[in-house]
């Protein structure tokens, strides 16, 4: 029986075969590089808020504890928002009218909250509870960036579970001393590695990877 294509049909189907494969490599590849950029996790991206309210400015600038405003973060899996009486704390005496701070104000004058945009979204599937992680020596930047430099917050992080894995598989990479934990700016020192295991070993950190324990 008379062949109905050329031998070098065999070559052109090969040839067809692998373009076709490197081609949806490409863009799995792509997808996959897409899925981890700032682009796809908001990683890098400073959101802008009813209230241009600074970090920089109130911990670094002025030294105020992060435990001010956020007075749950020892003691609840939320760290808590602050009542706009906590702003009017100081700024019913300095600033008080400033037009930045008139939505302040008018929360104040009208008992209804600010609304603020939260920065670090994590979806309903995934749990994080901020006294288990504060109480253990990991501090306010290592997930929130060195938030004593923000003038506006951004997402300092990814939020992906690879990058949760990274502590809860090696938490002495990123442990520090207690006293250190709510400091709007920290650098690790340059033995990192065995403080770390040393204050794990002091704060009995020992952080469980399995899957239950973020997604309940």
């Given at each position: 029986?008379?062949?109905?294509?050329?031998?070098?049909?065999?070559?052109?189907?090969?040839?067809?075969?692998?373009?076709?494969?490197?081609?949806?490599?490409?863009?799995?590849?792509?997808?996959?590089?897409?899925?981890?950029?700032?682009?796809?996790?908001?990683?890098?991206?400073?959101?802008?808020?009813?209230?241009?309210?600074?970090?920089?400015?109130?911990?670094?600038?002025?030294?105020?504890?992060?435990?001010y405003?956020?007075?749950?973060?020892?003691?609840?899996?939320?760290a808590?928002?602050?009542?706009?009486?906590?702003?009017?704390?100081?700024?019913?005496?300095?600033?008080?009218?400033a037009?930045?701070?008139?939505?302040?104000?008018?929360?104040?004058?009208?008992?209804?909250?600010?609304?603020?945009?939260?920065?670090?979204d994590?979806?309903?599937?995934?749990?994080?509870?901020?006294?288990?992680?504060?109480?253990?020596?990991?501090?306010?930047?290592?997930?929130?960036?060195?938030?004593?430099?923000?003038?506006?917050?951004?997402?300092?992080?990814?939020?992906?579970?690879?990058?949760?894995?990274?502590?809860?598989?090696?938490?002495?990479?990123?442990?520090?001393?207690?006293?250190?934990?709510?400091?709007?700016?920290?650098?690790?020192?340059?033995?990192?590695?065995?403080?770390?295991?040393?204050?794990?070993?002091l704060?009995?950190?020992?952080?469980r990877?399995?899957?239950?324990?973020?997604?309940?």
């Open positions: 029986m008379a062949q109905l294509f050329p031998k070098q049909a065999n070559g052109l189907s090969q040839a067809s075969i692998a373009a076709g494969a490197a081609v949806g490599g490409s863009v799995l590849l792509a997808l996959f590089l897409l899925a981890r950029s700032g682009y796809a996790t908001g990683e890098g991206t400073p959101y802008d808020q009813k209230v241009p309210f600074s970090h920089n400015h109130h911990t670094t600038g002025v030294g105020i504890d992060c435990r405003c956020h007075t749950t973060v020892e003691t609840s899996a939320t808590s928002v602050p009542p706009t009486q906590t702003c009017m704390n100081c700024h019913s005496q300095i600033w008080t009218y037009p930045m701070l008139e939505p302040v104000r008018e929360s104040y004058r009208t008992g209804k909250s600010l609304e603020w945009r939260k920065v670090n994590l979806p309903d599937f995934a749990y994080f509870n901020h006294s288990a992680h504060v109480n253990k020596g990991v501090g306010c930047t290592t997930c929130h960036g060195q938030i004593g430099e923000m003038p506006l917050v951004y997402q300092a992080q990814s939020l992906q579970m690879q990058w949760c894995l990274e502590c809860h598989l090696k938490p002495e990479q990123f442990l520090r001393p207690k006293s250190e934990v709510n400091a709007p700016v920290w650098n690790p020192p340059a033995n990192q590695l065995e403080v770390g295991a040393k204050l794990r070993d704060y009995q950190a020992k952080p990877v399995s899957c239950s324990t973020c997604h309940r």
